[in-house]
């Protein structure tokens, strides 16, 4: 069975600044898998040479495909969301929206799935950060993706809403089989939640199953001494 996702030897430069150097792994079905980094690791520049945002070196194949070929297959939830807080406009007026084809969910099914089904008529200005990155994560969802990749979509969340967030993707993932590749801050909520881990210092600094592959020694390579670090081991 060909993987989900196969990147060899990626490199991306800016302007003669490289922000990933020789980075290859595999990503098999129906895992939850997690990006994690310090700033200016090259994360976000990860998920945005799968997607196809930016120009790379290397070969990046989906479902054994360039990406645009398979795009509708594909859910994104980017790192900001930017709007007008003050425009009167409902959850489902929002995705409605934003979601014209006709191949796509019912919106009580997508809004059920993240658990915001009851607030499709409140406005999107009144929404918590959870409740508004429920929302983002339900429009990624309208289509029916097969894998889903999210931009540190834990962004303006409390640390009680973090919890529920990762209980929500890990339902997507097991009762929908719907991959999940996501960057993350949070190294105990992936601790916890994920199969996998891709550890990311511009290069690569260790992937594979998350209890083995995310160690204190990996957390020194990538945070330093400064980090406030756990040994999980015995978790």
């Known amino acids: 069975m060909s993987p989900v996702l196969e990147v060899k030897d990626l490199t991306v430069r ?7 150097e020789g980075v290859s792994f595999t990503i098999e079905k129906d895992a939850i898998i997690a990006v994690i980094g310090p700033n200016g690791s090259g994360k976000t520049t990860l998920l945005k040479a799968i997607l196809g945002l930016v120009p790379f070196q290397g070969e990046i194949r989906v479902f054994a495909k360039p990406v645009r070929q398979v795009l509708p297959q594909v859910g994104y939830v980017p790192q900001r969301f930017a709007f007008d807080s003050t425009f009167p406009l409902t959850v489902e007026e929002f995705i409605n929206l934003t979601c014209r084809t006709p191949e796509k969910l019912p919106l009580g099914g997508v809004l059920d799935q993240v658990g915001m089904k009851e607030f ?10 959870g409740q508004l ?3 983002l994560l339900a429009h990624a969802l309208v289509h029916r993706p097969r894998i889903l ?16 967030f990762y209980s929500t993707i890990q339902r997507l993932n097991r009762e929908h089989g719907v991959t999940v590749m996501m960057v993350s801050h949070e190294i105990n909520m992936v601790y916890k939640f994920t199969d996998r881990i891709i550890c990311l210092n511009r ?26 670090l756990r040994d999980h081991s015995h978790d």
């Open 133 to 135: 990155q429920r929302v």
């Open 14 to 20: 800016f302007a003669g600044c490289t922000a990933l």
């Open 203 to 228: 290069d690569l600094v260790s992937h594979g199953e998350t209890r083995t592959a995310l160690t204190r020694e990996v957390l020194k390579k990538l945070y330093g001494d400064s980090a406030d």
């Open 120 to 129: 499709k008529g409140k406005l999107i200005g009144e929404l918590s950060g």
């Open 149 to 164: 990749f999210l931009d540190e979509a834990t962004s303006g969340i409390d640390i009680e809403g973090l919890g529920d």
